[in-house]
């Protein structure tokens, strides 16, 4: 994993977004992509998902619950679904219906948290 990828969207501090502004597109949206680290995928320039692997339900929910608390410290709250040995991660702007820069911060951190947990290379999502 390329360390400085990771650096510059994760110093960030998530701003309060108020709707009113216009989602995330073209341009704009691909040199943010550009910055995630890991697996993110932007679909249909709407929302992230990534999609995490674990070797069994004890380390899906301990990832769960610290990306939990991050919404929470964050005020940020992504759609999660997990289940034995698998977390899915979709994230958006709800006020907005779409793409922020909160969200490719959110997805940075959730990221950093991951690679923090150090759990061994299980991570291949073919069958997720």
């Known amino acids: 994993m390329d360390e400085q990828k990771t650096c510059s969207l994760t110093d960030e501090k998530c701003l309060p977004c108020r709707g009113g502004v216009p989602p995330l597109k073209?341009?704009?949206?691909?040199?943010l992509s550009k910055q995630l680290p890991g697996e993110w995928q932007v679909i249909d320039e709407h929302h992230l998902e990534r999609k995490y692997k674990f070797k069994d339900f004890r380390q899906s929910l301990?990832?769960?619950n610290k990306v939990g608390e991050l919404a929470e410290q964050l005020g940020h709250h992504p759609d999660i679904s997990f289940g034995w040995g698998r977390v899915q991660l979709c994230v958006y702007t709800h006020k907005i219906n779409g793409l922020h820069r909160n969200d490719f911060i959110f997805a940075a951190k959730a990221e950093q948290i991951y690679l923090k947990l150090?759990?061994?290379?299980?991570?291949?999502?073919?069958?997720?």
Do not use: M
């Open 118 to 128: 150090k759990y061994p290379a299980t991570n291949d999502t073919t069958s997720i």
């Open 62 to 64: 301990d990832f769960v």
């Open 26 to 31: 073209g341009a704009e949206l691909e040199a």
